[in-house]
């Protein structure tokens, strides 16, 4: 049984800082994905960062270099997306996925476990 879940989210003013967790486990450790994706209200789930499991490759959505880091701890089997700078319209759930090895990280459709969640509000 694969399992994601995520934690780190919270209230936070602009400009603060914060990292979110995400606490895979049940995942085969070849080869696969971990990605972070946000859905704001109204608006479709956007690809943030995803990390390798193996090799560590980062890939990050078009606007989210600069601010955003992601990273892992194969030993506690956790991926980090660290946020910088936080703007009010970073407002969103943040969500970890796992995507088995090959497929397009940038795609949520092609993620096969997700999480539950967890909220991020920036007030400005």
């Known amino acids: 049984q694969v399992q994601l879940v995520e934690s780190g989210g919270g209230l936070v003013q602009a400009g603060d800082s914060l990292r979110l967790s995400c606490a895979v486990s049940?995942?085969?450790?070849?080869?696969?994905?971990v990605g972070w994706f946000r859905q704001a209200p109204r608006k479709e789930r956007e690809f943030v960062a995803a990390?390798?499991?193996?090799?560590?490759?980062?890939y990050y959505g078009d606007s989210m270099r600069g601010r955003f880091t992601v990273s892992r701890d194969n030993d506690k089997k956790y991926v980090y997306l660290q946020v910088d700078s936080l703007k009010p319209e970073d407002t969103a759930v943040y969500y970890c996925?796992?995507?088995?090895?090959?497929?397009?990280?940038?795609?949520?459709?092609?993620?096969?476990?997700w999480g539950q969640g967890t909220q991020v509000t920036v007030s400005s």
């Open positions: 990390i390798t499991w193996s090799s560590g490759t980062t």
């Open positions: 996925a796992s995507a088995p090895p090959g497929v397009s990280l940038r795609r949520a459709g092609l993620y096969d476990y």
């Open positions: 049940g995942r085969s450790y070849l080869g696969f994905a």
